[in-house]
């Protein structure tokens, strides 16, 4: 069965626009990737069940406006709300990256405690800077988390580009994504360590550095940084440094950064050995 | 009975813009304000009971985490409220998707007249605040009149049960719509109806359109149909095509050229097809990739054989002088219009800005409609908004401060696109229409907006009348076309395609007719926002984020199909004809019956004198100065200025790696921090090719010659490209002049003929360059008229006229993105080499305005000398033996040295003495001379001799090597220190401007 290749689907539509080069990168982790308009999959003519992985993209959404991915997620509770939780009990997989991040927690996919894949218990803000930033961040993975998607990852390198990241929830939300090992990156100094808050590192403030958070299975992650933005050497701000490094024997070529490809292919993985 | 909801974040939570708006208040006004909580206010003035107002309330418009909301006013403490509305008629963008999520939640459908509108109201807490300290953060902060209102409350002064009560910006126009005829007994009626209506007609052209509607067939043509006299949709039609916008009569004009150096007269006919057209034909014989250029929306050259690039530029100046915000944002996301609207169709990868405007800190008695710092928040925001919701990255851009842009700041903005070279196996660049073909509109509807530019913005405002003139884009009605337009260019279903830009339908049908010869439009189709619209507005209107498609009716029901499926509205609203008339009708009426070959009869050209006077007949010399003693502060003292200096709190708002295909950024180095020379993307993720593309902008050479300016910019924008291992032999040119009134009045603009002369001179440069480096021009704009009248202080008011401005870019392919190099210095001990010669070229330098001064010794550009130097960089980056590379660009040596030393974070030690600099002697003229064609390259030393090897024919020298001490360090041409400070100090010099801004 692992020989299947696995199918994905990257939303479009309404101001999304990151689904181009998001497909390209599953595809690259072996997936077979379909973008779909999200009018298609409400009107049904195209249907979840045929899909192992789901992604939520990025984009501005409907604008943006009443709140980040808001209205994206009101659309798709009202209108396919029930097959959203049954992809997700059916043990698949669902990414919410950025934009597809804030929707996520507004369609309460997460934090998904006890099951409950309804419940709006977290949020994302306006950053702390009062803007929208562009800029490279580090991320720490924590090893303890469930996560599928950040597996035998300890940092990566990835960009942010967004005004609404700043994660909040009360304290007792916070302390039982802490428990269940839900906080599955936090944003970090270069060398791993914790931003602790510290601006530019953690670009938007939010608590504890959390740039990304799962479900208690670990199948459903969201983070704001993009993944798919870091599908090519190319795209690290220091890869024309490091190709210097490299030619001068200072480097070799195997220890060049981890590209944001390896989460998209622990995704594939988990899916191959869970259908395996 | 309308609802108003208010919502703001629950009170323990940072209110980030809040924060925002009482640090500007401080630094720009020195208003301290201790705290503003920001109250989104939502009014619907929709029918709806108390169940679908509760779900609307905690399913849409309150987040339960982080906000509270109400029905009643919130009760948040309070010195003074200001709140802040829009004016009935304006885009209100989150007001429309408001919209959209009530009818999906609810289920329901909006009747007609019903409507949703947000606004805003700030808290201030300070209890020093006075009522003008509230009303300049309403006014100079927080709303531009033209599209804002605004209520400003004590404390004591709020009812807490009214709140601001319920204001709703709805458009009455109370009007039947009308065609009238115009009376044209003579050229003096005519023109006095037009100068009544704002027609703005050419008085030259007056005798021409009296004689077409006299001429007796047209008249029993007309008479056939209904009509007699012309009606104001002829006339508008006609003026709208007549327009120095559309028409370009400026650069189609004549020009009589006298040169009182040389003492001749002689006659330019028409500057477009001499020196923009004609070598263009000409180099696209020359160069295979050169695929479509001068006749479409934008230019296309190859970018591998399955993908052709798309470019054009643009500027949007008046607009955005007038709403800064509005202005650019509708004018970023206009350009990116041109490119989609090009060919069949072509993908948005990447766009550019940039701005010029007045002194940031001006402090002076003129007094613009908008302080420069304002103007300049105002366009960035704009921008940011404009681009990054289209998902297009932002790749490179530029900020110019000069005190001739307080009369009207400049706005550029450049788009990129890509397009198959086959779309549903037809060839992409073409296009064309056919009669029988159903013209689409689809996308946005029909205002009063735009409607004859920022003429109207002389009209004063009603409660109730829509204060359409300035414009707020709206990226995101204008993504979801872009997306739905591109699956139906592959589905084939698309033979013609062009954007709705300056003149509307008037000039997307009236262009795209040309090639059918003739089409038929029925006004009354046409979707409005809102009732009473006249016939000849909705034909003229610029209502932004619309497309003009044709569609073969056998493909009309799939094309709807798709429309609906991407939430855009399309509308057919006429069929292409092959009639030879251009015929508009509204609910069967005849309210235009035009030939399409009318405007090809016979107009006038404009006539231009143009009167030269060589630099040193108009008094400039060399400012006599002698060498400075202590070049360490003058090195630091130009890092601080505005041109000089770090704008990254700019280029951070700005998306520049969605689409995932970022290679060079537009900051590099080892903080990232440092500008890159040119940005280069992988458009096409799966090949390794590259997109590169540069700009440059250096007006303050036009204050000596015009011409060299010109080509100083243009061979900047070239080194740019060349400098990260661009092609020199695959440059696409974009031109935007940007220039003031050059019709000569002796009241009103008595150097109107040396600016005419400027002008021929920057557009003859622009030909030689283009000739000799071999670009041809894929697409290009004017802006004339930039010239503002500011009041002063003594009630008089002067004119001020920006300097004469060309933005150049460039676009090229590079085969293997991995051998492109940053400008950041890699590694201590790596060589540090000088590509090209310094010459005493101080004129109208950094360094002589750093004095006041400007001088006369303007640098030049030497093609024959360059050119090798190009091939030959360009020839080492290939081999992979450069470590980094930078041009030479504003501020000269000095600057540069330290511009790649921040890069590396490394220092440099540097010997001037093995400058090339011919018998220059002086250490000011070698350090700070802008001299063109010159770069700094790094090469590690193993790889030295194979280096000097490929530059053994061009001036190339070493001068100095890259050093792990972190200072740069200068050696005067004797040897002696002339300069030593800390890389770290040069870099905290060049933020301190504007390090603080996020």
């Known amino acids: 069965m692992t020989t299947l290749k696995i199918k994905a689907l990257v939303l479009t539509g309404y101001g999304l626009n990151c689904d181009i080069e998001t497909a390209y990168a599953l595809e690259l982790a072996g997936a077979i990737a379909d973008r779909v308009h999200i009018n298609a999959i409400i009107d049904g003519s195209v249907s979840l069940d045929d899909y192992k992985i789901l992604v939520f993209g990025g984009g501005f959404s409907w604008g943006d406006d009443h709140g980040a991915g808001v209205i994206q997620a009101v659309r798709m509770k009202h209108n396919i709300g029930s097959r959203l939780t049954r992809f997700v009990e059916n043990g698949n997989l669902v990414i919410g990256i950025c934009n597809g991040f804030q929707t996520i927690v507004n369609l309460g996919l997460l934090p998904g405690f006890d099951n409950d894949y309804q419940n709006r218990s977290v949020a994302l803000t306006y950053n702390d800077c009062g803007n929208f930033r562009d800029d490279w961040v580090t991320l720490a993975i924590n090893s303890d988390s469930p996560c599928v998607f950040t597996k035998n990852l300890t940092t990566i390198e990835l960009p942010v580009r967004h005004g609404e990241g700043k994660f909040v929830a009360d304290e007792k939300i916070i302390s039982r994504l802490i428990d269940n090992q839900q906080v599955a990156c936090q944003y970090a100094i270069p060398d791993g360590t914790p931003a602790d808050k510290k601006f530019p590192y953690n670009p938007n403030g939010s608590m504890l550095d959390i740039a990304g958070i799962c479900d208690p299975s670990g199948r459903v992650f969201g983070l704001m940084p993009h993944p798919e933005a870091f599908n090519h050497f190319t795209n690290h701000p220091d890869w024309s440094c490091l190709k210097e490094k490299i030619k001068r024997g200072e480097l070799d070529a195997e220890s060049l ?20 | 009975m309308p609802h108003r909801l208010e919502i703001t974040l629950k009170s323990d939570l940072l209110d980030a813009e809040g924060k925002g708006i009482c640090n500007k208040a401080a630094s720009y006004f020195d208003i301290k304000i201790d705290d503003i909580r920001t109250v989104h206010v939502i009014t619907m003035d929709v029918d709806l009971s108390a169940d679908q107002l509760q779900t609307v309330r905690t399913e849409i418009f309150t987040n339960p985490v982080t906000q509270i909301s109400s029905y009643d006013p919130l009760s948040l403490a309070f010195d003074w409220c200001i709140w802040v509305g829009y004016r009935p008629g304006v885009k209100d963008n989150p007001g429309s998707t408001a919209v959209e999520a009530i009818e999906d939640v609810l289920n329901i459908r909006l009747a007609p007249g019903e409507d949703v509108y947000t606004s805003r109201r700030f808290c201030l807490s300070g209890d020093h605040l006075n009522r003008s300290d509230a009303e300049m953060v309403a006014d100079e902060l927080l709303s531009n009149d033209i599209i804002q209102q605004v209520r400003v409350f004590a404390k004591e002064e709020w009812d807490q049960n009214v709140g601001i009560g319920y204001i709703i910006p709805k458009v009455k126009l109370d009007h039947t719509p009308t065609v009238s005829t115009i009376p044209m007994d003579s050229d003096a009626a005519l023109m006095q109806v037009s100068d009544e209506r704002n027609l703005a007609l050419n008085e030259n052209d007056v005798p021409v359109i009296r004689s077409y509607f006299n001429n007796p067939e047209v008249r029993s043509q007309r008479k056939h149909i209904g009509l007699t006299q012309p009606t104001d949709v002829e006339l508008e039609y006609i003026s709208q095509a007549r327009s120095d916008h559309c028409n370009h009569n400026t650069f189609r004009g004549v020009f009589t050229y006298t040169d009182f150096e040389t003492g001749k007269t002689e006659t330019v006919d028409n500057l477009f097809k001499t020196y923009i057209e004609a070598p263009t034909l000409f180099l696209k014989e020359k160069k295979d990739w050169v695929i479509s250029v001068l006749w479409d929306n934008a230019g296309v050259g190859r970018f591998d054989e399955n993908h052709y690039y798309v470019i054009t530029g643009e500027t949007h100046n008046s607009p955005s002088n007038m709403e800064a915000y509005g202005g650019a944002i509708t004018g970023i996301v206009g350009v990116y219009r041109d490119p989609l609207g090009t060919g069949l169709g072509s993908k948005l990868v990447m766009g550019s800005y940039g701005f010029c405007v007045g002194d940031r800190d001006y402090s002076g008695d003129l007094k613009p409609r908008l302080h420069p710092r304002r103007l300049l928040d105002g366009v960035i925001e704009g921008v940011r908004d404009g681009g990054n919701k289209s998902g297009i990255p932002t790749g490179f851009g530029q900020v110019t401060f000069h005190p001739g842009y307080m009369g009207k700041c400049l706005v550029f903005v450049t788009a990129l696109g890509i397009m198959p070279a086959l779309a549903a196996g037809k060839p992409s660049e073409l296009k064309t229409t056919s009669p029988g073909e159903l013209i689409v509109m689809c996308g946005g509807r029909v205002g009063k907006d735009g409607i004859h530019g920022v003429t109207a913005s002389s009209e004063t405002f009603s409660a109730h009348t829509p204060a359409g003139h300035v414009q707020i884009g709206d990226p995101y009605t204008q993504k979801k076309m872009h997306d739905f337009l591109l699956e139906a260019r592959d589905e084939g279903l698309i033979p013609h395609i062009t954007d709705n830009g300056g003149g509307g339908l008037s000039s997307s049908i009236g262009e795209s007719a040309m090639m059918s010869n003739g089409c038929e439009v029925y006004l009354e189709k046409v979707p409005l926002k809102y009732d009473g619209l006249d016939q000849w507005e909705i034909w003229v209107s610029e209502s932004q984020e619309r497309m003009t498609v044709s569609v073969k009716p056998e493909n009309i029901d799939r094309f709807m199909a798709l429309s609906a499926k991407h939430a855009v509205e399309s509308t057919v609203i006429g069929k292409y004809t092959d009639s030879g008339k251009l015929h508009i009708s509204y609910n069967g009426e005849t309210c235009a019956y035009v030939n399409m070959d009318l405007l090809k009869s016979g107009f006038p050209e404009w006539e231009f004198e143009a009167q030269w006077y060589p630099p040193q007949q108009r008094g400039l010399y060399e400012p006599v100065i002698a060498e400075p003693k202590n070049f ?223 001088g006369k010794n303007v640098p030049q550009v030497f093609t024959e000398k360059f050119i090798p130097t190009y091939n030959a960089l360009f020839s080492a980056i290939g081999k992979g033996l450069v470590a980094s590379a930078h041009g030479i660009y504003r501020g000269g040596l000095g600057i540069h040295l330290s511009m790649i030393a921040m890069g590396g974070n490394l220092g440099l030690d540097i010997d001037l003495a093995c400058v090339p600099a011919g018998d220059i002697l002086r250490n000011d003229t070698l350090l700070f001379s802008e001299s063109a064609g010159r770069f700094l390259v790094t090469v590690a030393p193993q790889l030295r001799d194979k280096f000097e090897e490929i530059c053994a024919d061009i001036s190339c020298a070493c001068i100095g090597s890259v050093t792990p001490s972190s200072t740069l360090a200068i050696r005067d041409a004797q040897g ?14 060049w933020k301190k401007p504007f390090g603080t801004l996020v």
């Open chain 1, 257 to 276: 950064p981890v590209t944001g490809i390896r989460i998209f292919e622990n995704a594939v993985n988990f899916i191959s050995s869970s259908s395996g």
């Open chain 2, 632 to 854: 360490n502060a003058v090195l630091l003292d130009l890092l601080v200025r505005p041109n000089i200096c770090s704008k990254q709190w700019i280029t951070r708002q700005y998306d520049h790696e969605v689409q995932g295909g970022s290679v060079i950024k537009p900051l590099v180095g080892k903080d990232r921090d440092v500008y890159s020379d040119a940005t280069v993307i992988r458009p096409v993720l799966s090949s390794s090719k590259g997109l590169v593309f540069s700009q440059a902008l250096l007006p303050m050479y036009s204050a000596i010659d015009a011409y060299h300016m010109t080509t100083c910019t243009i061979d900047e924008a070239i080194r740019r490209m060349v400098a990260v291992g661009g092609n020199p032999d695959h440059i696409g040119g974009v031109d935007n002049f940007c220039w003031p009134s050059i019709q000569y009045d002796p009241d009103k603009n008595p150097d109107g003929r040396f600016k005419a002369a400027q002008l021929v001179r920057s557009c003859r440069a622009l030909y030689d360059m283009c000739m000799a480096y071999g670009i041809p021009l894929l697409s290009g704009k004017d802006s004339m008229y930039v010239d503002g009248h500011l009041p002063g202080k003594y009630g008089e008011s002067h004119k001020v006229s920006a300097l004469e401005t060309m933005q150049f870019s460039t676009v090229g392919v590079t085969d293997n993105i991995e051998k492109c190099v940053t400008m950041d210095v890699k590694s201590a001990g790596d060589l540090v080499y000088i590509l090209g010669e310094t010459r005493n070229e101080l004129g109208g330098s950094e360094y002589y305005d750093l004095f006041g001064c400007i």
């Open chain 2, 976 to 989: 002696n220190p002339l300069i030593s400070v800390a890389v770290a100090d040069l870099k905290a010099a």
